[in-house]
């Protein structure tokens, strides 16, 4: 089937460190079975952070999508399966968001937070408790999150949990935080687009990305005026971003 399709949203981006403390150096297990563990504690923190929803304050500022967004995501959608499939998921397993909503629908829609690396102690390390456990989180915004409140917002949040032994915890963002963009299937330049791939490939598909392009809000603040639409469309088979 020859579909003309048209990337209509990206993702926003931050990225955290989150680091929990508890020894000055490691310590064997044995001489320091009482000892308070890091890396159970930061586990704890992190299982707080499983559903974003469930965070107060974190979706407040996300927008809803129109009727006619929602149409065309739902009728340009992969099949969870095909999803699954694509990007390798195990058999079993269960994607992110309601399954009653199309899979395109949650990419614009559904904000997620990855745990991206852990660490603590070196691999193939001595039988010892560690002296701290880190580790580094994406959070995929949707359109109207900023980036600089939901730091704020995730700040509240852990602080606001009972940390295993009581132990201190630190949050630091890595880098400079990016706005997700959603085009306007209603400005002029983009239904002339879209009526043009139906013209020539029978039928038309809205394609969003879960990843974050900075640039697209650079420019917008740049010409408030712009119209700006993405003709480019990620491939999965690429395995954009895999250590390949």
Not at 171 to 177: P, V
Request: glycine residues 8%.
């Amino acid at each position: 089937i020859h579909t003309g399709t048209l990337e209509t949203a990206t993702r926003g981006l931050v990225t955290f460190e989150l680091r929990v403390d508890a020894l000055e150096r490691p310590v064997h297990s044995g001489i320091g079975c009482l000892l308070p563990d890091p890396c159970q504690a930061l586990a704890s923190l992190i299982t707080s952070l499983a559903n974003p929803r469930d965070i107060s304050g974190f979706i407040d500022d996300c927008e809803p999508l129109s009727e006619e967004e929602i149409s065309l995501l739902d009728q340009s959608s992969s099949s969870e399966e095909t999803y699954a499939r694509e990007l390798g998921v195990k058999r079993g397993a269960k994607l992110r968001g309601s399954s009653a909503e199309s899979v395109y629908r949650r990419i614009v829609t559904e904000p997620s937070i990855s745990i991206i690396n852990m660490s603590a102690g070196q691999k193939g390390g001595g039988n010892s408790i560690q002296p701290y456990a880190r580790c580094c989180m994406g959070i995929r915004l949707t359109p109207g999150q900023d980036p600089e409140r939901i730091e704020q917002v995730l700040h509240r949040h852990l602080s606001s949990q009972k940390v295993p032994y009581n132990l201190p915890f630190t949050l630091e963002k890595l880098h400079l935080g990016a706005k997700a963009w959603k085009g306007n299937l209603k400005g002029p330049f983009t239904k002339r687009y879209l009526s043009w791939l139906k013209e020539i490939y029978g039928q038309i598909a809205t394609m969003p990305t879960g990843g974050a392009l900075p640039f697209i809000a650079d420019f917008e603040r740049a010409f408030p005026n712009i119209e700006i639409f993405i003709v480019g469309v990620e491939d999965p088979a690429t395995a954009a971003h895999s250590h390949n």
